[in-house]
């Protein structure tokens, strides 16, 4: 059973970076982070496979960068000129099915998720 264990949410000025990393307890195939807002629906924000291949959604490309370590172990997600839109729950997510594929921003198939960090832009 995976286990994701997040962090580097914290409070940030409008127009800033963060970095949050996600270490898994077991290597997945399908790794991404998707965010959600109190009331609203989880958005995918981006995602990458075991082949390396990585998707964004649409408000993220040329902002955000996903990427693993060499081990193919921890994820990150690096954050640039952060808005006040961006402000969510991040939550780091998994597939442990190999059939899992990734576009948007997302994976199919995440059947895994850590607790959430907390991102705020103001």
């Known amino acids: 059973h995976v286990q994701l264990v997040e962090s580097g949410g914290v409070s940030v000025p409008v127009g800033g970076s963060l970095n949050l990393s996600c270490v898994p307890s077991?290597?997945?195939?399908?790794m991404g982070w998707f965010r959600q807002v109190p009331g609203k629906e989880r958005e995918g924000v981006a995602a990458?496979?075991?082949?390396?291949?990585?998707t964004y959604e649409d408000s993220a490309k040329g902002r955000f960068t996903i990427s693993q370590d060499n081990a193919n172990t921890t994820l990150y997600l690096q954050m640039h000129s952060l808005k006040p839109e961006d402000t969510a729950m991040y939550y780091c997510?998994?597939?442990?099915?190999?059939?899992?594929?990734?576009?948007?921003?997302?994976?199919?198939?995440?059947?895994?998720r850590g607790q959430g960090t907390q991102v705020t832009v103001s």
């Open positions: 997510a998994a597939s442990t099915d190999w059939r899992c594929s990734v576009v948007g921003g997302t994976a199919t198939d995440y059947d895994v």
């Open positions: 077991a290597y997945p195939f399908c």
């Open positions: 990458t496979d075991f082949k390396g291949r990585a």
